[in-house]
C-alpha cells in the first residue's frame, strides 16, 4: 500500500468524447432547441476536431493526515488546508487522495489559430472543459479499482481548490504534492493552471474493514 | 483443459457457483500491506490453497487463479516483469493442486493492465495482445481448465486479451466479465448490450459483470443483457456498497443479505453467479444455496441479427425496421475525398460520418479503395477515427483479405462485412477471416463465373452460399442477403428480376435483404427519383435494408412513410415526430430573393451565404443597402437573440448568426457608407479580462455580442492592469467597461480597477461578470452584473440611459 502515497503517473487516460455535457454546457435544451441536422453535424464535427486535439494525462497519491479540526486539516508533511466546507468534506476519511490530470495544449492551439471565429472557439473551449472533468472521473475511476484490492475505498465526491473557501492559492501544495510539471502544467502567479483545461481535485479515502 | 464444448454442458446442467473475493481473503491469511500479491503468494502458497479449498468447500465450481495483477505490465510495476511466465504458471499449478482433487475448476484469470489500447488511449492494440498471450501461455502450461479475462473497464483491452486467449488456446472455454458503473456503462461509455454483442461474437463462451456495483445494479445489467445472449451470463457483484458503520468502512451486505439478492440476479437471466469485492466463503455459501433451488436462464439467444458500433447495437430484423447504411465513406467517383486520403487525412470521412448518422444513417459503410495508397494502413486509420466519434456500427467494405483481416481485428464492436460470394478468393480466405472474428455478413450471390442472369440463378448461388457459412456456424439471422442490384439502362429488366429475388429471401427464407441502391439508376437523368421510387417498391416487397446516401431528404423521408405504411413504424410515431416537428433537417438553402436569403442566412449562422446574398443583392440593385440592413439583416440577429433567449437556440447558433452579420455588414460597408442617413456615433464600450487571469471566451462572446449590437468594442485583452483599463477609458472617453475574471483569487483585481479608475476621477459605469461573479458581488465593488453576453448588452443599454 506504501507505494500509494508515492505519485503514479497515468501517461494515457481513457477517455470517450463527452458529447452530451458538452452539449448541455453550451445550453442545448433537449426540448427546446431548434437545430438542423447539416447544423448539428457541424457542431459535432468541429467537437471532434477539438477531442482530436486532446491527450489526458493524469497523477495521483494518497495523502496521510496529521490532525483535523473544524478549520484545517493538516497533512503529515505540514501542509494545512484551510477551509470549513473541506474540513468537513475530509471529516471521517483515513486518508487523502489528490490526483491531477491535464488534456495538454492541443485545445489552447485550436482555440488560438481560431481565434476570430467565436462560434468554433466556443465549441473547443466546452470540449476543453469537459474532457478535463472527465478525465479526471476516469483517473479517479481507475484509482478507485486499483484502491479496492488493498481493502482502499475511494469516495466519488471530489473536493477541488477555489470551491467552499478552499482557497485557489492550495494549488501551489497541491503543485508540490504532484509532479504536474510532468504533465506539463504549469501554476501562473494567480494560481492559474496552464495549460488552461487542467484540473486538480481531492477525494476521500477509507480503510475497509474486513 | 476443458472444451468450449463441455464448457457449455457444463452451463446448461447446472448453474455454475463462481468464487468470491480473493485479495480480502489474502489479507485475512496474513498478506501485508504493499507486497506484489502474486509474489507473496507464489512464497506462501499454503495461504491461496486455504482460499481457494474455502470457496471450493462453500460450493464454488470454478475458482480463479490468483493472477489478476500477473500481466507483464503490472508485474512491471514490481520489477517483476521477466519472471511472469513463472509466476503464472506456478500460480496455476498451486491453484490446480489447491481444488482439483475436490472436483473444482480453476479458470486463469486476466486482468486490466492499466494501460489503455487504442482508441481509447494511445497503447498499439497488437502490444496488447502479445501482452496477453505471453500470460495465457503460461496459465495454459500451469494447467488450467479455462481462462478468464476479468474486471475490464476497456471493450478494446477485452478484445485483445480474447483474441490473445483465442489464439494460445482455440479450445479452450473463455469466460468475460466487465465492470459498468451504476449508468450501466463502462469507463469509455461502452453498453452492457454492444459488449456483449462484440465479445460473444468474437468468441467468448459466457460474458457478464463484475465488480463495481452490488447486486442489484448488477441484476439490471443483466436483465438488460438476456434477451440477447447466446452465450451464458455472469454475474460477480461486489457485498454491496461501502459504507461507515460504528466508525469503520464496511461492505453493507452479509452474506445472508446478499444471498438473498441472488434471486433476482437468477430471475434476471444469470447462469454463473459468484462475488467481487467484499464477499466471503459465507457469501458463497449462500449463493450455493440459491443456487441449488433457483432454475438458471436457458439460453435462447436472439431471433434478430445484432452488430454492434463501438458503443451501442443495431438489430437487423428482415421483418422489422428499415435501416440504411450510409454509402458516402468510399473514395470511388469523390475527388475531395481521394485528394484528402492521399495526404493522409481523414477528417473528410470524418465528416461524412457524421453528417450521414445525423441524416439518419444507423450503418456506415467503409471503403478506403483506391489506386496509389495503402489501404490496409488508411482502413485502420479510418476506423480507429469513426471509432472515437460515432456510435453506430460500420460495415466493412473491402476486397482486399488483408484490409478486411486488420479492419475486423481492431475494430472495436462486431462489423458487418460487406461482402461473401461465391468467388474462390472470398470463399477461402475471406470467409475464415470473417469467422475468426465474428462479423455479421453481405452475402453477395455471385458465382464464379460472373453475374447471374436471373433470379433463379440468384438463387442457386445463395443457397451454395449458406452452405459455406454454415461450415462456420453462421445462422440466417447473421446474414445479409445482397440484391444484386444492377443498372435498368443496360438490362430493362433488372430492377424486376431484383424484386423477385427479394421478395423470396424475405418470404421464403426469412431473411435480411440489402442492396446497393444507387446502381439501379446508372446512366439515367434524374437518379434520385430512380432511386427512391426502387426503393419504394422494394421494401414493399421486404427489402429491409440499403447502402445508399441519407443526405437527400425526400429519399429518407420516403423511407419514414413506407414504414408508416406498412405498420413497421408503430403508431407512426417516427413520421409523425419528423413531418410534424418545426425544425429544419436541413439547412436552408439559397432562395430566389437574395434579401430573404441574407436574412436566413444570418438566421442559421451561415457566413459565407450571408457574404454571397449580399453582393448578389448589391448586384441587383432593387434592395437598397440600408434597407437589407435594417429590414433583413438586423431583423434576422433579433431572431437569433429571441431565439437564444428561449432556448430555441444555444451558443454556438448565437454565435454563429452574430458572425454571419458581420461577414454580411462587412461585404454591405462600401455600399452603406455612401448612404446619405444620418448616422449615430457608436458607444465607446471598454472590456478586459483583469490582471492576473487568462481566461478570456467568455470576454470575446461578451465583445461580439457587443459589436453586435452598435457598440465600438475596445478589447484590451486579457490579464490587464488596473492602469491600461483606466487610462485607455480616459483617453478615449468611453462611459462604460466590462471586466471579466474567472478565478476567486483574480475577481479582486475588479475592485483594484474600479478603485483606481475613482481616484483617477473616471466616472465610467463598470459591469463585472465572469464564472465566480455573482450580483452580490458585483454589487460590492460598486459595478453592475452581468451573467452572460445578452445580459452585459441589456445592462450597458439601461446604463447609458441614466
Redesign the interface.
Known sequence: ???FFNVNI?D??????PERAV?SR????RF??????????R???LM??A??AV?PRGCWRLLKIARKSNETVTLDNGIELKSAAFAGFVR?A?YLWIGGVSIGSGIAEL?EKY?D???K???F?AVGSECADEALG?LQ??SA??L????L?LDKARFSP?YGNL???VQRDIFNLLPMHQLGVSL?????M?P?KSVTAFAVV????? | MMKRGEFIIFCNRLTVVLDGAT??EL??QGMP??VC?ELWVLEHPESITAVQQAYAASGSHIVYTPT??GNAVKLA?FGLADRAFEINKKLAEISCAAVHPLGVKVFGDIA?T???VEP????AFEDAVNVFKAQAEALAAGGVDGFVIE?M??LQEARAALIAVREVAPEAPVMVTM?F?SSQRT???VTPEAALVTLQSLGADAFGCN??TGPADMTKVIAALAPIAEIPLIAKPNAGL?M?KDG????NMDAKMFANCMDDLFAAGANLVGGC??TTPEHIAGVTERARVNRHRHIRGCADGIIAGS?KVERLAFDKNFVVIGERINPTGKKALQAELREGST?LA??YA??Q???GAKILDVNMGMPGVDETALMEKTIL?LA??VDVPLCIDSTSPEVVEKALRIYPGRALLNSISLEKERIEKVLPIAAKYGAMLILLPLGDNGLPENCQERIINLHRLFLEVAKYNYARKDVAVDALIMAVSAAPDAGNAALEFIDYCHNNLKVNTVCGLSNISFGLPNRMLVNRTFLTMAMTRGLNMAIANPMNEDFMNSIDAVEALNTHDEKMKNYLAKQSC??????PAAVADPAQTAYNAVL??DAALAVKAVKNVLEKGDTAPRKLLDEYLLKAIAEVGG?FE????????L??G??ALQAAIKELEGALAGDNEDKIKPEKFIIATVK????D?GK??TA?MLRNSGFEVIDLGKDVPAEVIVERALKENCRIIGLSAL????MTEMSKVIELARERNCQAHFIAGGA?VDEKFAESINAAYASDAMMCVRVARELLQK
Open positions: 500500500m506504501e507505494k497515468v494515457s487516460l481513457a477517455l470517450t468524447l452539449f453550451l445550453g442545448r435544451n427546446l432547441s431548434d437545430i438542423s441536422n447539416i447544423e448539428e453535424s457542431i459535432k464535427l471532434n476536431q477531442f482530436a491527450h471521517l483515513d482555440m481565434s471565429n467565436m462560434s472557439s466556443v465549441i473551449d476516469n475511476k481507475i479499482g486499483t479496492m484490492r488493498y481493502n475505498v477555489g482557497s485557489l492559492t501562473t502567479e494567480s494560481c492559474i496552464v488552461e477509507n480503510k475497509l474493514t474486513v | 485479495g480480502t489479507i485475512k500491506a504493499g500479491p489478476f495483477g510495476e486490466p492499466g494501460k489503455f481509447s488511449g494511445d497503447w474486471t473497464m476497456d465492470t458503473d469507463l469509455t461509455g465488480c463495481s461501502p461507515l469503520k468502512t464496511v461492505f469485492c467484499g458503443r477528417a470524418l465528416q457524421l453528417e448518422t445525423g441524416a477515427q472515437r466519434a418545426s425544425a429544419p433537417t436541413a439547412a442559421h449562422g431565439k428561449k432556448k430555441q437556440y444555444f451558443l454556438p447558433q454565435l454563429a452574430a458572425e492576473g487571469d487568462i481566461h471566451i470575446n462572446i461580439l478565478m476567486t483569487t483574480t465566480v
